[in-house]
């Protein structure tokens, strides 16, 4: 009974990992120009070879094509955890101070196209640990390098 629990264990995890996993980065819609799509919608990206598919809900909403691409920048957005401090500080005075000097970054990749006549852009949010990976996968499938907006100053 236990090899053939072993062997259920052994053939369900392997299939259970390939079944749930994509060849697309998570993303979060941050706001543009995709009509119908809500900031804050959490939208799939995934790269072809000559372009870049947005799903939501396992439903394409747009497809790119990478010739398109006029722009690729990015960002970071730094911010002190003030609210959590603040509910920790009502537990434990000391805990809630160590957490008010914590900083949260969230990263920000944005895009700019031209398709014949129409343009558009967006913005969206990438996790901590895919940010790198989908930056040089843009980079790379469309050959422009990514500008650092962060880095940009604006003369009035």
Not at 54 to 73: C, M, N, R, W, Y
Not at 100 to 113: D, E, M, P, Q, R
Not at 124 to 144: H, I, P, S
Request: aromatic share 6%.
């Amino acid at each position: 009974m236990k090899r053939i629990l072993a062997l259920f264990l052994c053939l369900l995890v392997p299939t259970i990992v390939f079944a749930s996993s994509s060849n697309g980065y998570k993303v979060i819609y941050d706001g543009g120009s995709l009509p119908n799509i809500k900031t804050g919608a959490k939208l799939e990206m995934t790269l072809g070879e000559k372009d870049i598919h947005f799903l939501q809900d396992g439903h394409e909403i747009k497809v790119i094509p990478a010739a398109a691409i006029t722009e690729i920048s990015y960002g970071q957005d730094v911010h002190r955890r003030i609210g959590t401090a603040i509910g920790l500080a009502v537990v434990s005075l000391g805990v809630g101070a160590l957490m008010a000097l914590s900083k949260s970054k969230k990263h920000f990749v944005g895009l700019t196209w031209q398709d014949g006549d129409q343009k558009g852009g967006f913005a969206m949010q990438c996790d901590k640990n895919d940010y790198r990976g989908v930056l040089a996968g843009l980079e790379g499938l469309t050959g422009k390098k990514a500008v650092d907006s962060d880095a940009m100053t604006v003369k009035n």
